[in-house]
C-alpha cells in the first residue's frame, strides 16, 4: 500500500499536467529552501535536497568543511564523520555531508509549501509557454470565457491557459457569447509576469489558409499550392492558388462538388466572400484573373514603376472596381502589381492623345492617321448618348491594343537604352572612385554637405550623375553655375591609383618546386652537373663509395617515397638564381635553366637530404655553401 507522500504526489502530477521530474525538482528546491530557513544557513553554503517519491523520505546534504573540532555544526564535520562519506577527506577539504534536522518534516510542511507552490507555478507558465510558442500559425479551438467591447475576447484553452483576442484580431460583424466555442489561429506568445500571453486571431489571412488546409486534402497534401492571399476580414477574399500536378484542378478542388468545401470555409468567416483563382506566371494573365468576376479587353504592363493598366467594357467598370474600390485593391495586393482601371471609351480618348502629343510616336499615328478619325467620330457619338454597335466597340478594343502596345514596347527600348548607357558611363569611371568617400574631394563644406544631403556618398556616385544628368546636381538647392564649375575641377584633378598588382604566391611556389624537381644534381668531386633522375639513379649505383657517403639517397630511391618527401624546400630556394646568358637554352624547344650554383647533399644530424645553394655577396663573388 503506497503511503500518504505517494498519494499527494501522483494526485499533483495529474491536476498539474507536469513531467515527474518538474514536480520533483520543485519538492527538492523547497526543501532546501525550508533547510536554510530552519538552520539560518548561508546562501553561498551549497545545500542539496533529495526526496524519494516512493517513501516521501527527505534527505538534506550540505557542504561543510572538515575539523578537528566542531564549533559550528552548520559549516563544519569532524574527520570521523568525513571519512564516512569521503574516506580520502582530509582536514580542511570541504565534504557534503547528511545534514538533515530530526524534526525537518514538520518544519518542511510549514515552510516549503509556499515554495512548492510557486515552483509548480512557474512550472506550468513554462510548459505552457513552450507548448503554444510551437502552435504559433496553427489552429486551435477555445471556450468564451469574457467578452469585452475594449478589451475583446478572453478564451480558455487547453492546459488550463487562457489567450485573447483584441478587438481588431475579430472579424468584423461577428458577436460571442460566454461559452461559445471559438477557433483561431495562434498569432503571437508574449512574456508577462502573469504567464505566457497568448494572441489569437481570426482575421489574419493564414487564418483563411490553415481553413482551406483543413477542409481541402489536395493543398494539405500539396497536390495544390495557396500562391498568395489578399483579405479584407468580413467581407471578401482573394485567393490564389496553382497545382503541383499535371491533371488536377486547382480551383476545382478548392470548391467542391457543388461548392461544399468553400461553403463551409465561408459559414465559419462570417459569410466572406472568397474569390479562388489560378495562378500563373504571366502577369497578364494573372491579372487578368484577379480582376475576377470582371471580363478583361486588355492588360498592359509597365514594368518600370511596375503598373498594370486593365481596359474593361463599360458594363464590366463598376464589377472591375468593386465597392468602394475593393475588387481592384484587392487584386493589387494578390499580384503585387499598382492596377489602374479604365473603361474602353476612357482608353481610347487617352491612346488618341498619345499619338498626338507623343513625339516618339510619330511613325505610328502617321500610320493609324486614318483610324484616329473613325475612333473619334465614334467617341463623339457615345458622349451625345447615340447607341454604339458592337463592330465599332471591336475597332475601340483593337485601336487601343495597338497604341498601347506599341506604347509598352516603346518604353522596354527607352529602358533598355538607359540601362545601357548607364552601364557605358559607369565603365568609363575607375572602380576605385565607387570605393572613395566624397568628402576626398577638394571642394567647400557647404557644396559637400549638400551632395551628402542627396544621397551621394561616393566620388563614384558624382561621377556617374555629371555623366548621364548634370542638370539633377544644377538643380539641387544651394547649386549654382560657380558651384558647378568646381564641382568639374575638383573630379578633374580627382585621382585614383590603380591597385598594385597581387603576385599570385601559389604559381610562384609551383613554378619553382618544378625548377628545382626537374633537375636532379649528380654531384661529382669539383663539378656541379646536372642531370635526370634517371641518371641519377644509374650513377648512384655504379658508385659504391658514394652509395655508402649516402645511404638515405640509396633508401628513398628503393622505397619510392614522393619527391617532396626526398627534398626539404627552403624559402631561399623559391628565388630564382642568376643565370649567365651562355647558361640559357635558346632552341625552339622549351627554355630550361641550368642551375650550377644548388647542390643536394644529405644531412646525417637532420637525417634527410637538403639543398645547399650558394649566395653571391657583392664584388667577393660566390660565397660557401649555404642551406
Given at each position: ?6 498519494l499527494?504526489?501522483?494526485?499533483v502530477l495529474?491536476?498539474k499536467?507536469?513531467?515527474?521530474e518538474?514536480?520533483?525538482q520543485?519538492?527538492e528546491?523547497?526543501m ?7 538552520v539560518?544557513a548561508?546562501?553561498a553554503?551549497q ?5 524519494d517519491?516512493?517513501?516521501g523520505k527527505?534527505?538534506i546534504c550540505a557542504?561543510k568543511e572538515?575539523?578537528e573540532?566542531?564549533?559550528d555544526?552548520r559549516t563544519e564535520?569532524i574527520?570521523e564523520a568525513?571519512?564516512?562519506v569521503n574516506?580520502?577527506?582530509n582536514?580542511g577539504?570541504m565534504?557534503?555531508?547528511d545534514s538533515?534536522?530530526t524534526?525537518?518534516g514538520r ?7 509556499q515554495?512548492i507552490?510557486q515552483r509548480?507555478r512557474?512550472?506550468?507558465?513554462q510548459?505552457q ?8 500559425g496553427?489552429i486551435?479551438s477555445?471556450v ?10 478572453t478564451i ?6 487562457e ?13 460571442f457569447k ?7 489561429i495562434?498569432l503571437e ?5 502573469r504567464g505566457?500571453q497568448?494572441?489569437l486571431s ?6 483563411l489558409?490553415r481553413?482551406?488546409e483543413?477542409?481541402v486534402p489536395?493543398?494539405?497534401h ?11 476580414p ?5 485567393v490564389?492558388?496553382s ?5 488536377v484542378?486547382p480551383?476545382?478542388a478548392?470548391?467542391g462538388?457543388?461548392?461544399v468545401?468553400i461553403?463551409a470555409?465561408?459559414?465559419e468567416?462570417h ?11 504571366d502577369?497578364v494573365?494573372y491579372i ?13 504592363l ?9 481596359v474593361v ?14 475588387n481592384a485593391?484587392?487584386a493589387?495586393?494578390?499580384?503585387g502589381?499598382?492596377i ?7 482608353a481610347a480618348g ?9 513625339a516618339?510616336?510619330s511613325?505610328l499615328?502617321?500610320a ?5 478619325v473613325?475612333?473619334e467620330?465614334?467617341l ?9 454597335t458592337p463592330?465599332?466597340y471591336?475597332?475601340l478594343t483593337?485601336?487601343?491594343d495597338?497604341?498601347?502596345?506599341r ?6 527600348a527607352?529602358?533598355a537604352?538607359e540601362?545601357e548607357r548607364?552601364?557605358?558611363?559607369r ?11 566624397i568628402?576626398d574631394?577638394?571642394?567647400?563644406e557647404h ?9 551621394l556618398?561616393t566620388?563614384g556616385?558624382l561621377?556617374?550623375i555629371m555623366?548621364?544628368?548634370p542638370?539633377k546636381i544644377?538643380g539641387l538647392a544651394g547649386i549654382?553655375?560657380k558651384?558647378?564649375?568646381?564641382i568639374?575641377n575638383?573630379l578633374?584633378k580627382?585621382?585614383?591609383p590603380e591597385p598594385?598588382?597581387?603576385v599570385e604566391?601559389?604559381?610562384e611556389?609551383?613554378?619553382?618546386a618544378e625548377?628545382?624537381a626537374?633537375?636532379?644534381i ?5 663539378a656541379v652537373?646536372?642531370a635526370s633522375p634517371a ?11 658514394e652509395?655508402?657517403?649516402a645511404?638515405?639517397?640509396e633508401e628513398?630511391?628503393a622505397e619510392e617515397k614522393?619527391?617532396?618527401e626526398i ?6 630556394m623559391?628565388?630564382p638564381a642568376?643565370?649567365?646568358?651562355e647558361?640559357v637554352d635558346t ?5 630550361k635553366k ?11 644530424e ?8 650558394k649566395h653571391?655577396?657583392g664584388?667577393?663573388?660566390w ?5
Amino acid at each position: 500500500m503506497k503511503n500518504e507522500f505517494s498519494l499527494a504526489f501522483n494526485e499533483v502530477l495529474e491536476e498539474k499536467q507536469l513531467p515527474k521530474e518538474v514536480i520533483l525538482q520543485a519538492v527538492e528546491s523547497a526543501m532546501v529552501s525550508a533547510y536554510r530557513r530552519a538552520v539560518n544557513a548561508s546562501t553561498a553554503q551549497q545545500v542539496e535536497a533529495k526526496v524519494d517519491p516512493e517513501t516521501g523520505k527527505v534527505t538534506i546534504c550540505a557542504e561543510k568543511e572538515v575539523v578537528e573540532e566542531v564549533q559550528d555544526e552548520r559549516t563544519e564535520v569532524i574527520l570521523e564523520a568525513a571519512h564516512a562519506v569521503n574516506p580520502e577527506a582530509n582536514l580542511g577539504d570541504m565534504v557534503m555531508v547528511d545534514s538533515t534536522p530530526t524534526d525537518f518534516g514538520r518544519v518542511a510542511a510549514q515552510t516549503a509549501r509556499q515554495v512548492i507552490q510557486q515552483r509548480i507555478r512557474e512550472a506550468e507558465r513554462q510548459v505552457q509557454s513552450q507548448y503554444f510558442e510551437k502552435q504559433i500559425g496553427e489552429i486551435i479551438s477555445g471556450v468564451v470565457q469574457a467578452t469585452n467591447n475594449v478589451q475583446g475576447i478572453t478564451i480558455g484553452l487547453d492546459m488550463k491557459a487562457e489567450g485573447a483576442m483584441p478587438p481588431n484580431q475579430k472579424i468584423p460583424g461577428e458577436h460571442f457569447k460566454v461559452h461559445d466555442r471559438v477557433r483561431a489561429i495562434v498569432l503571437e506568445v508574449k512574456e508577462s509576469p502573469r504567464g505566457p500571453q497568448i494572441i489569437l486571431s481570426r482575421s489574419h489571412r493564414n487564418f483563411l489558409r490553415r481553413l482551406l488546409e483543413n477542409e481541402v486534402p489536395e493543398i494539405y497534401h500539396g497536390i495544390v499550392e495557396i500562391r498568395a492571399i489578399a483579405r479584407e476580414p468580413g467581407q471578401r477574399a482573394k485567393v490564389a492558388v496553382s497545382a503541383t500536378q499535371p491533371n488536377v484542378d486547382p480551383v476545382g478542388a478548392c470548391v467542391g462538388m457543388r461548392g461544399v468545401r468553400i461553403q463551409a470555409i465561408v459559414k465559419e468567416l462570417h459569410d466572406e466572400k472568397i474569390d479562388i483563382i489560378e495562378w500563373n506566371p504571366d502577369p497578364v494573365i494573372y491579372i487578368s484573373k484577379a480582376i475576377s468576376p470582371a471580363r478583361v479587353s486588355g492588360v498592359y504592363l509597365a514594368e518600370g514603376n511596375k503598373t498594370a493598366t486593365v481596359v474593361v467594357q463599360e458594363d464590366q467598370l463598376s464589377l472591375a472596381i468593386g465597392r468602394d474600390g475593393q475588387n481592384a485593391r484587392l487584386a493589387a495586393k494578390l499580384t503585387g502589381w499598382r492596377i489602374d482601371i479604365k473603361s474602353l471609351a476612357e482608353a481610347a480618348g487617352d491612346a488618341v492623345a498619345k499619338l498626338q502629343s507623343d513625339a516618339t510616336l510619330s511613325a505610328l499615328a502617321e500610320a493609324e492617321k486614318s483610324h484616329v478619325v473613325t475612333i473619334e467620330a465614334i467617341l463623339t457619338k457615345k458622349d451625345e448618348g447615340r447607341p454604339v454597335t458592337p463592330e465599332e466597340y471591336t475597332l475601340l478594343t483593337q485601336f487601343v491594343d495597338r497604341v498601347d502596345r506599341r506604347t509598352v514596347e516603346q518604353k522596354k527600348a527607352e529602358r533598355a537604352a538607359e540601362e545601357e548607357r548607364t552601364s557605358a558611363a559607369r565603365a568609363d569611371i575607375p572602380a576605385a572612385a565607387f570605393e572613395a568617400p566624397i568628402f576626398d574631394l577638394e571642394l567647400a563644406e557647404h557644396i559637400l554637405n549638400i551632395l551628402t544631403g542627396a544621397e551621394l556618398r561616393t566620388i563614384g556616385d558624382l561621377m556617374m550623375i555629371m555623366k548621364l544628368n548634370p542638370d539633377k546636381i544644377l538643380g539641387l538647392a544651394g547649386i549654382g553655375p560657380k558651384s558647378m564649375q568646381a564641382i568639374e575641377n575638383a573630379l578633374a584633378k580627382a585621382t585614383f591609383p590603380e591597385p598594385e598588382p597581387v603576385v599570385e604566391l601559389v604559381a610562384e611556389v609551383e613554378a619553382a618546386a618544378e625548377a628545382v624537381a626537374e633537375p636532379v644534381i649528380a654531384v661529382e668531386a669539383g663539378a656541379v652537373e646536372a642531370a635526370s633522375p634517371a641518371e641519377e639513379m644509374v650513377e648512384v649505383e655504379a658508385k659504391p663509395a658514394e652509395a655508402e657517403a649516402a645511404p638515405a639517397v640509396e633508401e628513398v630511391a628503393a622505397e619510392e617515397k614522393p619527391l617532396d618527401e626526398i627534398f626539404v624546400l627552403k624559402p631561399e630556394m623559391l628565388k630564382p638564381a642568376p643565370v649567365a646568358e651562355e647558361e640559357v637554352d635558346t632552341s625552339d624547344k622549351k627554355k630550361k635553366k641550368k642551375n650550377k650554383h644548388v647542390e643536394i647533399v644529405y644531412d646525417e644530424e637532420q637525417d634527410q637530404t637538403i639543398a645547399l645553394k650558394k649566395h653571391k655577396r657583392g664584388e667577393e663573388g660566390w660565397n660557401e655553401w649555404e642551406a
